[in-house]
C-alpha cells in the first residue's frame, strides 16, 4: 500500500495513541486519521481566509 504521509509521521500517532489512550493503531488507520487532520486544517484555513 502506498502512503501519503511519511513513516516518520504514521509512527508518532501510533506512539501517541499506543502511550495516551492504550490504543493500538495500525499504519493505514494513521494515515486515513492524518489525511481526515489534514482536510480539517485545510477547511479551518480556508474559513479563515473569508
Known amino acids: 500500500m502506498q502512503y501519503k504521509f511519511s513513516e516518520e509521521l504514521r509512527t508518532r500517532l501510533i506512539a501517541y495513541f499506543k502511550a495516551n489512550h492504550a490504543l493500538d493503531v495500525l499504519s493505514e488507520t494513521a494515515d486515513e486519521w492524518l489525511d481526515s487532520l489534514a482536510n480539517l ?9 473569508n
Open 41 to 49: 486544517y485545510l477547511s479551518f484555513s480556508d474559513m479563515n481566509k
